[in-house]
């Protein structure tokens, strides 16, 4: 068995998760809004959820989808390169 196909697998294993979905999906129905989205996600990451919420008035439930939104981009595009 050539060496590409154990990891022609794995990479195809990656895509088949919600994870990646989301991530594909958004990205390729809001590329404008791509960068935005990793970047709040980051600021929710160091500042925490609720910190966040509270911080930029909006409620807990859209800052934590905002988190998994840019959490799916950025594993989306880890593994597309």
């Known amino acids: 068995m050539p060496e590409s196909q154990p990891q022609d697998a794995f990479l195809a294993s990656l895509m088949d998760t919600s994870l990646y979905s989301i991530g594909a999906f958004f990205h390729d129905s ?33 800052a934590f989808q905002t988190l998994v939104t840019g959490l799916a981009v950025r594993y989306y595009r880890a593994v597309n390169g």
């Open 30 to 62: 809001h590329p404008d809004l791509v960068d935005d989205v990793v970047s709040q996600a980051e600021a929710i990451e160091r500042s925490g959820l609720q910190d966040y919420a509270g911080r930029e008035d909006v409620e807990l439930e859209a």
